[in-house]
């Protein structure tokens, strides 16, 4: 019976047909990550339908590769939600198949913050320490072990690839910026930088697409909507108020909000949704990012 159940789960997660999994968020921090439907979760009661931990028996990490994925910082739906892929703080990057919890690609990556998926068989991973700097890094999932693309970027935390507009986006301490991809089918492939944003905020924290046009920039001071047609930083007016937001998610649709602030030093316990209004509270996580599936 739980080996079924969790076959309806998986395909749920894997076909996205089911209205249910708008409610599931992903949320992670202290080496595990869960998948949580928010539909049926409220308070301290959690609706969890998936759970992967790096001190699973089951989890096959790298001989002392463990090490590097404390306090997991983001967990995010890739690949039409069928794989995850984790940063960790610790300083590690993990990219995860969400039905078998097979580990496809693993690198050692210096306080990564933020990933996402790009075109051939690539990550780009913000981070906001490295021996040589600061830094905006691709690595390819077939050979991890080499940093194909390197560019300095001050304390990166959050990095989104746009498909409509083939274009990645990377937010760093005092700026947002553009990328475009060249040489991309080659071994060398690089990023060409075409736009620098300097966001009215400072200490950059979370970077979220809300669609192909609008993002939510997040910092100390507050959420800001960027607009990348008009090249324009607007206050976003449901979230004026709170200081120090770690993540955001925001469907422009139906007004849903899921946020997360610091409330302990920099980490929380707590995720925030509007639409309808709840918190729900994880006292065994210490959350930085919460993301939505797309």
């Not at 409509?164 to 060249?182: P, V």
């Not at 950059?204 to 697409?209: A, E, F, I, Q, V």
């Not at 997040?218 to 200081?243: Q, Y």
Request: with cysteine.
């Amino acid at each position: 019976m739980k080996n079924f159940l969790f076959l309806i789960i998986v395909t749920i997660l894997y076909t996205g047909c089911s209205p249910v999994n708008k409610d599931y968020v992903a949320v992670c921090g202290d080496g595990e990550v869960r998948i949580i439907d928010l539909s049926e979760s409220n308070g301290t009661n959690l609706k969890e339908v998936w759970k992967w931990s790096k001190d699973d028996p089951q989890t096959k990490l790298p001989e002392g590769y463990d090490k590097y994925m404390r306090h997991l910082d983001e967990c995010k739906f890739v690949d039409n939600n069928t794989k995850m892929l984790l940063t960790a703080s610790g300083d590690g990057m993990l990219l995860i198949d969400i039905q078998t919890k097979e580990i496809l690609c693993y690198a050692h990556v210096p306080m990564a913050h933020s990933a996402d998926l790009l075109p051939g068989n690539r990550i780009a991973v913000a981070l906001s320490t490295h021996k040589t700097g600061n830094a905006l890094e691709i690595y390819d999932i077939d050979a991890p072990e080499k940093v194909v693309f390197r560019d300095s970027l001050y304390s990166g935390h959050g990095v989104v690839w746009n498909e409509k507009r083939q274009s990645l986006y990377a937010l760093g301490y005092k700026e947002l910026r553009e990328y475009k991809l060249n040489d991309w089918n080659t071994e060398n492939p690089s990023l060409r930088k075409v736009a620098t944003w300097e966001i009215p905020m400072t200490s950059g924290h979370d970077l979220s697409p809300v669609d192909n046009d609008r993002m939510l920039v997040s910092a100390h001071e507050g959420v800001m909507w960027f607009d990348i047609n008009k090249e324009e930083f607007t206050p976003f007016e449901p979230l004026k108020d709170v200081e120090n937001v770690k993540s955001v998610n925001y469907d422009a649709k139906t007004s849903r909000l899921i946020y997360t602030k610091a409330e302990i030093s920099w980490w929380t316990h707590n995720i925030y949704q509007s639409n309808p209004e709840k918190t729900v509270t994880i006292d065994s996580l210490n959350i930085y990012k919460v993301r939505t599936m797309k």
